[in-house]
């Protein structure tokens, strides 16, 4: 459990993100006994909202969203819940250093500051300003939301605001893939079991497949997503640095220090991708969902084939893809080996596949060829699944709930550095500068029928 006595600022308390994510997460510790002993939540926003209709709101969200309010200590959590109105930038600080005040004075002068930007990336600059401006960056924490910019001239520009503001150990730039269970087996259960050690490279590696498809559209956040898109909102994030934690060298060290440093070099180390590998999809009706522009031309479906220069994965193709509206909602890592030279002819190929669900709580795969019972000599897959919530003592935590923890903690290990996103912004400029003609697919679809020729010859692992 955290000790420090903490003051939690949260921006944007009232916004979509703060209702999906931090707040029920924030609550989720609650609930978990992992937050400090003594804490204040201070919600920021422009709006002037009395404390009392602030704890209203963050009660109706968690009627929503969960955990719901009875299911935990809600009667101590929301007198611990105040609001700050008037905004935050360098102009003016609204309300918020008073109500700061108030919660230090209540908590006591030493209190641990963290802001939480759950605002859209455009706000970053001039909250950052604004904490430097107003007395409140020294020491604090600052989590930004991705993604850390929205180009690679936006990611220099606000790295060199934070850095002007903020020490680098005080910044965490959340990405909450890595907070997931499964994410971190990735890492685990190559460096503990000898037996996936010895096979993770491009001797026995066919191919690393990361598949993220969506069901579900964008009717909810319309405005931001069609600013964003497919490539920017889970590519050049989500989808790289699930690519890292697969690629990455074993690290000294699993601290922070150890973890950060394994998953950058392997950045590094991404080839740019070429634009012909790469295939953007757009769903027929995006253009008729409200808030989106009438000739829009934002990309919801991405598939890229990534390559990594250097001796471990060289010649492995990462194949990835993401999109809005497909025919499933999956989150899968699928390490595809190669198929064995044996005296068994004609082996059906990709039937020795790891599978890494990083969906809820997680679970971990296999699939692999075997001896069908009986008289005959008779080979067929067979699959196996280890479920990691029902683990004895199994304790997991959801990705936000456990990445803010490890904040309030001070762990920066499943967090993200600058060196690491410079070098995804290298990777995906080519296709920024030079993108393909945008294809149109079917809703409940796979996505366009030339993302199959990314995958061949054996074709992907869902969906084909």
């Known amino acids: 459990m955290a000790t420090t006595k903490t003051v939690f600022v949260l921006f944007g308390a009232t916004g979509d993100l703060a209702k999906r994510m931090v707040l029920p997460a924030f609550y989720t510790l609650a609930i978990e006994g992992l937050l400090p002993e003594d804490w204040v939540l201070v919600g920021n926003g422009r709006g002037d909202v009395a404390h009392e209709d602030f704890r209203q709101h963050v009660h109706d969200v968690l009627t929503e969203f969960g955990p719901h309010p009875e299911h935990g200590p809600w009667k101590d959590f929301e007198q611990r819940l105040l609001f700050a109105g008037g905004g935050f930038n360098t102009d003016s600080p609204g309300s918020l250093l008073d109500v700061i005040g108030d919660a230090r004075a209540q908590l006591g002068a030493d209190a641990q500051l963290v802001h939480y930007f759950a605002v859209p990336p455009s706000a970053f600059t001039e909250l950052t300003r604004a904490l430097g401006e107003h007395g409140l ?52 259960l190559r460096f503990a079991n000898e037996l996936f050690a010895a096979m993770w490279n491009n001797k026995h590696i066919e191919s690393v497949q990361i598949d993220v498809p969506e069901d579900l559209g964008i009717d909810d956040r319309a405005g931001f997503y069609d600013a964003t898109g497919a490539v920017l909102d889970m590519l050049v994030t989500h989808l790289f640095q699930v690519a890292a934690e697969v690629a990455m060298e074993p690290p000294a060290t699993l601290d922070a220090a150890g973890l950060q440093s394994a998953r950058e070099k392997v950045i590094k180390a991404f080839r740019p991708l070429d634009p012909a590998e790469v295939v953007l999809g757009q769903f027929d009706g995006y253009r008729e969902v409200e808030g989106i522009k009438a000739r829009s031309r934002t990309d919801t ?16 193709p990462f194949l990835l ?41 997680g679970a971990i795969g296999v699939t692999m060829l075997v001896k069908k019972p009986g008289v005959e000599l008779e080979v067929e897959p067979a699959s196996v699944d280890l479920l990691l919530g029902k683990l004895p003592d199994a304790e997991p935590l959801p990705p936000y709930a456990r990445l803010i923890h490890d904040v309030l903690l001070g762990d920066r290990s499943l967090f993200t550095r600058p060196d690491g996103l410079a070098a995804t912004w290298k990777t995906v400029q080519p296709l ?12 409940g679809s796979w996505g366009p029928a030339a993302a199959r020729k990314l995958a061949a010859p054996h074709g992907w692992i869902l969906g084909d």
């Open 301 to 316: 479906y991405v598939a890229a084939k990534l390559w990594i220069d250097n001796p471990r994965w060289r010649g492995v």
């Open 137 to 188: 960056a020294e020491g604090a924490r600052v989590v930004f939301e991705k993604p850390f910019g929205t180009s690679p001239e936006g990611f220099r520009e606000l790295d060199r605001t934070v850095h002007k503001v903020l020490d680098e150990s005080q910044v965490y730039r959340i990405d909450h893939f890595l907070g997931k269970e499964a994410t971190q087996n990735l890492h685990v």
């Open 321 to 361: 893809r993401t999109g809005k509206r497909m025919a499933a909602s999956e989150q899968h890592v699928s390490i595809v080996l190669r198929t064995p030279e044996t005296p068994l002819p004609g082996l059906p190929q990709q039937s020795n596949v790891l599978v890494f669900s990083l969906s809820g709580n």
């Open 432 to 443: 920024l500068e030079h993108r393909p003609r945008l294809q149109k697919y079917a809703p």
